[in-house]
């Protein structure tokens, strides 16, 4: 069975993005015990800082993806 959640996490800056994302991450990936595949966004540009693309470089498998 699949299951759904949603985490809301108040931002004050959109370069507080990052930061928060990796707490998350590590938060569901422990909780879950699996491993996150693909991140999708909005588009506004939360993601696509330096910090995110450099994070994708090094090989983390968490791919960006915008709907």
Not at 22 to 50: F, H, I, P
């Amino acid at each position: 069975m699949t299951r759904h959640y949603i985490r809301i996490y108040v931002l004050k800056q959109k370069s507080e993005a990052f930061s928060k994302f990796l707490k998350w991450k590590a938060q569901v990936e422990l909780e879950s015990l699996l491993k996150l595949k693909v991140l999708r966004t909005d588009n506004r540009g939360e993601y696509t800082t330096t910090e995110f693309n450099e994070y994708v470089k090094r090989g983390d498998k968490a791919c960006v993806q915008c709907s």
